[in-house]
C-alpha cells in the first residue's frame, strides 16, 4: 500500500527567506503523481503544485519548486522568497491513476514578518 | 465559473444522531470524493463517486456513507454520531488533466462538525 509522510509537524520560516518541506512516499508503482496542496487558515485547499513521476525536471511554479527524488521517494517543496501570505497548512500528495489519493499529515508553516 | 460548494459550513451535534453533509461539484466535474480531516491525522480518504457509482471506499465504520446524484452533486451521510467524528469534512471534485493526465482535486471549503 502506498504511503505519505510529512516528518516536520510543523515549521517557521523569516519573511523574504527560503523554506524547503519535507516529504516521502513509498509505492511499488513506477507512473504516479505527486502534489502539493496548501491550506490556508480558515480558507480552501488549493493546489500549489505537481510532479508527474515519468518526468525527470523538476516542478517549478513562480516561487515554489519541488526536489523529486524517484529513487529515493522523496518529493520536497521550496518556497523562495516566503511571503506572509504562505502562511498555512500544507500537504503533500500521492495519486497513481486509482480512484484514491494518498494525503501526508501535513507541515504547518508559519511566515514570519 | 462557481467552486465546490459544501453545505452546512458548521453544525453541532450531540452523540448518537445523524448528520447529513452535501456538496456541489465544479460543473462538468463528474468524480466527487469527500475527506476526514483531523488535527494530527491529516486528510483521510472516505470514498470517491463517479457517475453516480462509488469507485472507492477508505477504511471507515458503516456509520459513513454517500451518494451521487445524476446532476453529480453528492452527499455524505454519518449515522450514530460519535464524539471521534468531530472533525472537517473536504469534498473535492476533479477532471483528469488533459494535457498531463494528472487528477487534479479542487476542494470545497468543508463542513466542520462538532459532536457533544
Known amino acids: 500500500a502506498q504511503t505519505v509522510t510529512q516528518s516536520q509537524p510543523e515549521m517557521s520560516v523569516q519573511e523574504a527567506e527560503t523554506v524547503t518541506l519535507s516529504c516521502t512516499y513509498d509505492t511499488s508503482e513506477n507512473n504516479y503523481y505527486l502534489f502539493w496542496y496548501k491550506q490556508p487558515p480558515s480558507r480552501q485547499m488549493i493546489l500549489v503544485i505537481r510532479?508527474?513521476?515519468?518526468?525527470?525536471q523538476n516542478a517549478t511554479e513562480n516561487r515554489f519548486s519541488v526536489n523529486f527524488q524517484k529513487a529515493a521517494k522523496s518529493f520536497s517543496l521550496k518556497i523562495s522568497d516566503s511571503q506572509l501570505g504562505d502562511t498555512a497548512m500544507y500537504f503533500c500528495?500521492?495519486?497513481?491513476?486509482?480512484?484514491?489519493?494518498?494525503f501526508g499529515t501535513g507541515t504547518r508553516l508559519k511566515v514570519l514578518a | 465559473k462557481a467552486g465546490v460548494t459544501q453545505t452546512p459550513r458548521y453544525l453541532i451535534k450531540t452523540r448518537g444522531q445523524q448528520v447529513t453533509l452535501s456538496c456541489s461539484p465544479i460543473?462538468?466535474?463528474?468524480?466527487v470524493s469527500w475527506y476526514q480531516q483531523t488535527p494530527g491525522q491529516g486528510l483521510q480518504f472516505l470514498f470517491e463517486y463517479f457517475s453516480e457509482t462509488q469507485r472507492n471506499k477508505g477504511n471507515f465504520p458503516g456509520r459513513f456513507s454517500g451518494r451521487q446524484f445524476s446532476n453529480s452533486r453528492s452527499e455524505m451521510n454519518v449515522s450514530t454520531l460519535e464524539l471521534g467524528d468531530s472533525a472537517l469534512y473536504l469534498c473535492?471534485?476533479?477532471?483528469?488533466?488533459?494535457?498531463?493526465?494528472?487528477?487534479?482535486?479542487?476542494f470545497g471549503a468543508g463542513s466542520r462538525l462538532t459532536v457533544l
Open positions: 510532479q508527474e513521476a515519468y518526468k525527470q
Open positions: 460543473s462538468g466535474h463528474r468524480s
Open positions: 500528495a500521492f495519486w497513481s491513476g486509482t480512484y484514491k489519493y494518498i
Open positions: 473535492a471534485s476533479s477532471l483528469l488533466d488533459g494535457d498531463s493526465g494528472a487528477n487534479v482535486l479542487t
